[in-house]
């Protein structure tokens, strides 16, 4: 591809131009093949014998009846969140409240469960921190608990072993008084297990534990140290914001991995009435690489993630926070503009102003930004703090981490106890775990996959799934939860909770009790069990006690002197900043199709990661997508493809970590770049003085990047590109043109009265079903996509099949960028079968499989398709899917628990898409009949999509009812259908983006 060719302009020169890619931007021939052709190439072909997706399929079958085996219910009694066991209908769904935890983070769930296996994830919605929604990551975790390849064994030196060995191996241990014993656990969020640690490290009064994660939360907590001299926790209110600052934060994406955040900003971004026009936040965000904090933001500065502390300097001397410091202007043009009108929108919002970091940021930038907060007044308003506890003998992050492994490697180790996680695999390379790991005498490692770290202990001990057993979590504000199981261990895991009570020696051992006798005892004798089951049907612990607010106040004169005492940032040479996977995190999710299939929001890649760098670096290096590179710096090497980011800061690469596991299940092993081969614990998030230099090599054939980014391509340049030239697909609108005009969203596109050549139905009657969704409060999060997957049973297809474009997924995520390649914002359309009213599908049919129901679907008869694909030509937006292959025939039997019943499983040669999740309308149809009420009502059908999403942009609804959610949004001014002058009257219809851009820096 030539950069040369750049164009940036809508045809008619008159609006901004969306673009997917580079390629679309230039319009190159490969580009304009693409979309020509839906399928490019080979499209019968069959796979050939290596692909990925046939590995999958040919998983052992032997799996499938180790999980048969564990569909028996626990012998301790869980509860359902609505009724009772003795009420148990077989086939009927149940839904039981746990709770999940992620690098410290706890989401609050309830899984529904079909005939004693789980099958889906949603948020539970008396849980705080989700409110009824979950992450993608969450969703996905049910794959996780049916992946054929987990641990299934003890291991003793890589042999077979047991887990009465293990018991009778942990008698002989004399620990004494704990000098020689060391836990390394992952951050632990769990009461119960927390106080299982104190009484474990009182009675081995010189034994330490430390706790490590890839994505390390340890910054926060240190530059609130500095700040404010004691450990407190921040509470950020985004929905308290009107204006905020992110300085490296993607508080919508990574940084936070419950749905609370996107939640809170979201409700500023939701407009149905004039006062919510003025309501309405404003986001800036500074950072290196594109997230999808920078995607949603009203105006984004890119800087590497090294300059960001300089900017936080000159930030908090303009805001007047740092008396005595100028502002050093060392950025150019863009960057000052840019810092004085935040300054003076912080400034104007006072308290209502929010400036957030990220834990990828250095403790001096934390502290930096509660000072600026302090200084604007919103300490207290945007942002509370509560007391965090502290243990002497608990050390987290790589730095605890590097000093374990000093005492490992002299020898002061005697007994190494891993709770979770895969430190042979995660630790920076500085740190050498592997080979520290080979000089402890007694090495135990707890873990869900037989991995990196399994094969260098000398125990490994399978670890339950959070959804197979007992446990407990509370986030940092006190809210507590109880994780119960929903199904017995299928592979024998344990807990880390029961290993550590093996090795402490305690009476109670077992993870039910540790967790119920934690609770109980602090509740009345008399209520003890009446308490316990209503916490379990809640999901939150009533009676756990709120983290103390404490009130702060930041030394600014301290803060000035570490500022002062700062190294120089590294100049010179290219930056490498590590951020985790939002598919695979850390590498945990590595052997998860579901999320090595799902697109990242921004690069758009599937099944790998790239070293993303920007359209100026590629330039300067002659590189182009595909490149296989080599960046090195301080004796540490890495060779990995490169892909060409927009919007990406100047020599900066950024490299997802997660990829390129060596021993995981079939699925992931060998899959990407494994990152951590250059990460040390000095450059643990951003690393200096990279060479970066092409090897002449380029990925070729199936090794190629596999991005769906131009997959479906309508609008400009797309496929119909003669009707569509110019057409606004997407709409957005700056939220002072809409006041001076609500009409301008419609009037972006004149659509022209439209007679059909056909018999015109009136959908007047009964129940006329209809979607909208808000693109102003989409965050683009994926999590609707995975959610689609998991309950209507979309088959992965494999890299080889997302190469030819044949991705399942029935919601598809278009990501466009807008204005210049070095300089564009980006926008985020979810696209799933707009149901139109006058299908362009269902015409073409020559079996009639795609028929018009009476309430306004779009059917698909899967046992009367053909295959002749006729439909999907005909659908202007690209949104059906055919099943080239079997794509379920060979899975294992194990990951057919992970089904939903109610749905039908596709064959090959048949046409697949959304249905608006039927199999939900017709239960509540029959309840509703069961009940014996004649109506259904607003809001009791909840599609999959909707019902996951935590921007709350999706609402699904009677279309006939004028009252209902949906009519109410589809009455708005800025609603749309997508390509209205067709004809077709798609039923899903848009909310156009409201954006509400700084008149100072321009729309
Ligand atoms: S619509 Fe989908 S992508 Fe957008 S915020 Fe909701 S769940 Fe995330």
Redesign the pocket.
Known sequence: MSLISIKTKAPDGTGPQYWRSLNQLSDTPEFRQWVEREFPANATELLDGNSRRTVLKMMAASFGLAGLAACSRPVEHIFPNSRGVENYIPGQSYFYTTVMTLAGQVSGLLVETHDGRPTKIEGNPDHPSSRGAATALAQASILNLYDPDRSARVLQGGMDSSWEQFEAFIKTLQLGDGSGLRFLSQSVASPSLLALRADTLKKFPKAKWVEFESFQRTAGPAGAMLAFGQAVTPQTKFDKAKVILGLDSDFLGLDWQTPLP?KQY?SRRRVASEEDLEKINRLYSVESQFSLTGLNADHRLRLKGSEIKQFAVDLAAALGALPGLNVVGNGGGRREQFLAAVVKDLKAAGPDALVITSPRQPPIVHALAFLMNQSLGSLGNTIEFTKSATEDRVDAGPDALKALAAEMTAGQVSTLVMLGGNPVFTAPADVQFGSALSKVANSIHLGQDDDETAASVKWHLPEAHYLESWGDAATASGVAAIQQPLIAPIFGGRTSAEIVALVSGSAVTKAHDIVKNYWTAQWPAASREITWKKTLNDGVVASAKPADTVKVTADAKKIAAAVAAEPKAASGGIEVAFVPSAQMWDGRYANNPWMQEAPDPLTKLTWGNAALISPATAAAKSLQDGDIVTLQGGGLKLEIAVMIQPGQADDCVTVTLGYGRTRCGRVGKGVGYNANLIRTTGGFWYGSGFELASTGNRLSGSDRLSTTQEHGTIGDNGVNAEHLQGRPVFREVTIEDYKKNPKVVEEMQEVPALHSVYHEFTYDQGYQWGMS?DLG?????????V?CQSENNIPVVGKDQVLRGREMHW?R?DRYYVGSQDEPRAV?Q?LPCMQCENAPCENVCPVAATTHSPEGLNDMVYNRCVGTRYCANNCPFKVRHFNFLNFHKNDPEILSMAQNPDVTVRMRGVMEKCTYCVQRIQEARITSKGEGRREIKDGEIVTA?QQ???????VFGNINDPNSRVSKLKQQERNYAMLAELDVRPRTTYLARLRNPNPELGA
């Open positions: 996107t979201a969704i409060s989409c965050t683009g999060c994926n999590a609707c996509v959610a919601i995520m985020q979810p999509c996951t999403c935590p921007a709350d942009a999706i």
